[in-house]
């Protein structure tokens, strides 16, 4: 449990609501792996702006549930905003791809959804 994520700011959020721990679990399972599908996607079809605006709408849930890959997501987001074709951002896209799955399937298998 929580080895690909932490829940010391969820639980801080939460206030001792376990409830509330697992809807926000929920959320994550309903909308990251979504928004990294999106972001893969876009980043294979070099779609600087959808790219950018898939890593901007995860960086809140990403940094929340404390994944360590805030600054790789922050880089592929800049990659999007800024059009840095000359770029290969993979790398670091990969990083973002296996920890958000990473913790999907632990998320999946703490809280039983």
Do not use: C
């Not at 206030?15 to 721990?21: A, Q, R």
């Amino acid at each position: 449990m929580e080895i690909h994520y932490k829940l010391y700011r969820v639980r801080e959020l939460a206030d001792g609501d376990e409830d509330f721990v697992k809807a926000l679990a929920e959320a994550f399972l309903g909308e990251v792996p979504e928004d990294a599908e999106n972001l893969k996607n876009a980043v294979a079809n070099k779609d600087y702006y959808t790219a950018y605006q898939a890593a901007h709408k995860m960086k809140p849930t990403v940094d929340l549930f404390e994944l360590g890959v805030l600054q790789d997501l922050i880089e592929v987001q800049d990659w999007g905003k800024f059009e840095k074709t000359g770029l290969d951002i993979s790398e670091k896209l990969n990083i973002v791809l296996t920890a958000v799955d990473n913790a999907s399937q632990e998320l999946k298998a703490d809280f039983n959804l």
